[in-house]
């Protein structure tokens, strides 16, 4: 190992001038970066995939408030209390679609608000979007299908609850198939 000599005042290293490079010929170890032509990803919102699963979770939160059968006087709220209460025969007694619901409405909204943040690409979220709406999707369908596809037969709660359905699916597959945007 060599020890590299001190410089003596009023001189400069070996090579260097004062005098930029010439155009026609780079020195050898030009410190200059490979600069790539290739378009660059920008890190942005997915907003109307972000929308629609906030959408989506808000429809979850009203269904609490409002009756799911037309002739009867339970609530959402009181569909979920009566899961939680029975968690061990909720496939048994028919409450694991409101829970299914409910509580895939207020996922659905925590992943809408994250399809805001800025990210190159929003598709692992979009399919996660898309599994918890496939849960919410059979949470809606397994009732219709009990009432013989009757709409007559459900209250406004049940309404939203389908809306948490399809804004669900939207805003999943929106996220979903979303490719990532470049700068020109």
């Known amino acids: ?3 590299r000599e001190p410089d003596r005042p009023g001189t400069s290293p070996a090579g260097a001038t004062a005098y930029p490079p010439s155009r026609d010929r780079a020195p050898a170890g030009d410190t200059a970066p490979d600069y790539s032509d290739r378009p660059v990803a920008i890190r942005g919102p997915e907003s109307l995939g972000g929308l ?3 959408l989506a979770g808000i429809a979850a939160a009203i269904s609490l408030v409002l009756d799911w059968l037309a002739d009867g006087d339970i609530s959402g709220w ?4 009566n899961g ?3 968690l061990g025969g909720i496939f048994d007694d028919g409450l694991w679609q409101p829970l299914a619901i409910v509580l ?3 996922v659905l909204f925590l992943l809408g608000l994250m399809l805001w943040l800025p990210m190159k690409s929003h598709r692992f979220l979009g399919l996660l ?7 919410v999707t059979a949470g809606v369908l397994v009732p219709l299908a009990d009432a013989d596809w009757d709409l007559g037969f459900f209250g ?3 309404w939203c609850a389908i809306a948490v359905a399809v804004l669900g699916l939207l805003g999943s597959l929106k996220a979903l198939v979303s ?3 470049y700068a020109r």
């Open 52 to 54: 629609l699963l906030i």
């Open 84 to 86: 939680f209460d029975d």
């Open 179 to 181: 490719r990532r945007r």
């Open 78 to 81: 009181g569909l979920v209390r």
């Open 129 to 135: 979007a898309l599994l918890v709406s496939a849960a």
């Open 1 to 3: 190992m060599t020890e």
């Open 104 to 106: 895939g409405g207020g």
């Open 156 to 158: 406004p709660g049940f």
